[in-house]
């Protein structure tokens, strides 16, 4: 889809909109620094470890974080 074809449809979708709250939900979102590319290409490399993570079986089950996090809590008590 062209950018012009996807801006055409977003702007009819708000169109149809009459509700002042979704209108300014819309707004918010659109104006979400979160949104910026700049962004996308950090979350992407986040995304990807994550995923290296959990495919090279780096990650911990509830009770293994629970645990994991009450010793650190101890030992920062400690000192």
């Known amino acids: 889809m062209t ?3 996807l801006k055409k449809k977003i702007k009819a979708l708000v169109d149809e ?3 002042a709250k979704a209108l300014r939900r ?5 104006k979400d620094p979160a949104l910026e590319c700049v962004h996308e290409e950090v979350l992407r ?3 990807d470890k994550a995923e290296d993570d959990f495919a090279n079986g780096r990650v ?3 009770d293994e974080v629970r645990s ?3 010793a650190s809590l101890e030992r920062h008590r400690i000192e």
Not at 26 to 30: A, C, F, G, R, V
Request: aromatic share 0%; charged share 35%.
């Open 68 to 70: 994991t996090l009450k």
């Open 45 to 47: 490399d986040r995304l």
């Open 17 to 19: 909109k009459r509700d």
């Open 26 to 30: 819309i707004h918010d979102l659109l």
């Open 60 to 62: 911990m089950n509830v």
């Open 3 to 5: 950018t012009a074809a």
